[in-house]
């Protein structure tokens, strides 16, 4: 029997042509001891092939890719939604198909934090951006310790979290679908 997969990763992408190969690239080059599924949502790409490319992956990884191909245009936070309403792993993360990971350990490093935690909800690390020229800066300055933060934090907004490509999640909204306060924003 097949092992179920332990994390989703979420790519939500509108016309990426130039980036969307080195992210799926990214996410099946992963290092893990358990099986991931991605799910590609396209926000109906018509301006380049980005479509192809990821029919092109689809194809070839039946097993660890489906794709969700909108017929108009619904914008990023529909996307995701889309895409989280049929996640039903015990963990998930989202890499937007112009990021990609150059740690092929995030993944594992991930779930085997959060394993051994079934305090956090979520594990986040730190990420590299690199600008059209080639400059690279970190998100969060260096000077920001590593820490832990809380409930209370977020809700007071004194948290540093990285970037939405550095941030991992125990799946513990989405299980059942999505909340409806969410469907309702």
């Known amino acids: 029997m097949k092992q179920p997969y332990k994390v989703t990763v979420i790519m939500s992408n509108y016309n990426q042509e130039r980036y969307i190969e080195q992210a799926i690239q990214s996410v099946l080059n992963q290092k893990t001891n358990f099986p991931v599924q991605l799910i ?15 029919k092109k992956y689809e194809n070839r990884y039946p097993e660890k890719i489906k794709a969700l191909y909108n017929q108009e245009n619904g914008r990023y936070l529909k996307n995701i939604l889309r895409a989280k309403s049929i996640t039903k792993t015990p963990y998930f993360c989202l890499l937007d198909s112009d990021d990609y990971w150059t740690d092929m350990n995030y993944l594992q490093n991930a779930v085997d934090y959060l394993d051994t935690h079934p305090e956090y909800v979520i594990y986040s690390r730190n990420i590299l951006c690199q600008k059209e020229d080639g400059t690279e800066y970190l998100f969060v300055s260096e000077s920001v310790r590593a820490t832990d933060f809380t409930m209370e934090n977020y809700l007071n907004q004194t948290i540093s979290i990285t970037q939405t490509t550095g941030t991992f999640f125990r799946n513990v909204i989405f299980k059942n679908g999505i909340p409806l306060i969410m469907e309702k924003a």
């Open 40 to 54: 590609i949502t396209d926000d109906f790409s018509t301006k380049d092939k980005s479509v192809e490319i990821i």
